[in-house]
């Protein structure tokens, strides 16, 4: 059982940034893909970004990207997700996701870490 936890959500202003990050426990960590997905209240979980396993391979919904970037420290068993330019429907409780297999839009991966909230205020 692959635990993921999250943290660095918050309030930002709008135009500002935050950086998201995500430990897993499992040790080998390099052997999951990992992800980032975020929901807004009544709105449908929406797919972020991807990374692949040594991290050479990234993936970006159209809506961010060129704002956000999706990294991985495997050493640490952490992925990053940096956002900049945040806008207001940027809002969301934004999740971190792990499986073996690739992780995209319309897949449902395996692991899933509780959320962290990100408030963009005008």
């Known amino acids: 059982q692959v635990q993921l936890v999250e943290s660095g959500g918050g309030l930002v202003q709008a135009g500002g940034s935050l950086r998201l990050s995500c430990a897993a426990s499992?040790?080998?960590?390099?052997?999951?893909?990992m992800g980032w997905f975020r929901q807004s209240p009544g709105k449908e979980r929406q797919f972020v970004a991807a990374?692949?396993?040594?991290?050479?391979?990234?993936y970006y919904a159209d809506s961010v990207q060129g704002r956000f970037t999706i990294s991985r420290d495997n050493a640490k068993s952490t992925v990053y997700l940096q956002m900049n330019s945040l806008k207001p429907e940027d809002t969301a409780d934004y999740y971190c996701?792990?499986?073996?297999?690739?992780?995209?839009?319309?897949?449902?991966?395996?692991?899933w870490g509780q959320g962290t909230q990100v408030t963009v205020s005008l």
């Open positions: 499992e040790r080998t960590f390099s052997s999951f893909t």
């Open positions: 996701a792990a499986d073996v297999f690739m992780i995209a839009p319309g897949r449902n991966p395996r692991y």
């Open positions: 990374i692949s396993r040594g991290g050479s391979s990234t």
